[in-house]
């Protein structure tokens, strides 16, 4: 007899199944983003100014992201002898400012062994699926969800920022009450400098290499 906890999993792997189903590849979304950049557009259903404007500002940040990234040692070596097969989905927006620096990230993790696939959905379209990761209660992205696709498990998830990141935005949320503009300028600077080796750190602890 199901449990209501095997109908909630049967639920959620349903929905991953069909995120992954129905998702880009990474040079198909970096080609929407670019296309909506150079359009003056943007995901989702409120065309807004500022909105289009990050969308703009991230296709140039992926750009960047995509020409200067380098993976660790350390990371290039577990993931290609890493030996089961992983599907990794992303949930994002082509407006998401953390998206830009991560995505890139894990793009070139998922080129590293055939036996891992990315796939990449968009939040606002699939909010049944983003409902079921939510971080503390808010639809944040982008958010990572990894599947085992030999016993159909979902086996982590991360996001929206990397670990360092997260502890920024945490500490400053308690001393402020919100994030500014300036705040997140700074952030951005961070991801600059940290060149994505944060997400690296964390993404070998999620695939449970480290």
């Given amino acids: 007899m199901e449990t209501l906890v095997d109908n909630g999993k049967a639920k959620v792997l349903a929905l991953v199944a069909e995120g992954i189903s129905k998702g880009m590849d990474y040079t198909e979304y970096r080609d929407m983003v670019h296309g909506l950049a150079k359009n003056r557009a943007t995901t989702g259903p409120e065309q807004l100014e500022s909105l289009i404007n990050y969308t703009e500002l991230n296709d140039r940040r992926m750009s960047r992201w995509d020409k200067t990234l380098k993976i660790s040692e350390e990371l290039e070596t577990k993931i290609s002898e ?19 620096p991560s995505l890139p990230v894990v ?53 929206p920022r990397p670990s360092l ?15 500014t503009s ?4 700074d952030l951005q600077v961070w991801y600059n400098k940290d060149k994505g080796q944060n997400i690296q750190e964390d993404l070998l602890k999620l695939l449970t290499l480290k």
């Fill in 107 to 159: 793009n070139k993790l998922a080129q590293l062994n055939h036996k891992i696939d990315l796939k990449i959905v968009l939040r606002d379209e699939n909010p049944e699926l983003m409902d079921e990761f939510l971080t503390n209660g808010s639809r944040s992205i982008p958010k990572l969800i990894v599947l085992d696709k030999n016993k159909n498990e979902i086996i982590g998830e991360w996001g």
């Fill in 82 to 100: 890493l030996d089961k097969d992983i599907e990794l989905l992303v949930l994002t927006e082509s407006w998401c400012g953390d998206a830009s």
């Fill in 182 to 185: 300036e705040f997140k300028q």
């Fill in 165 to 179: 990141a997260t502890q920024m935005v945490e500490d400053y949320k308690k001393e402020h009450g919100h994030l």
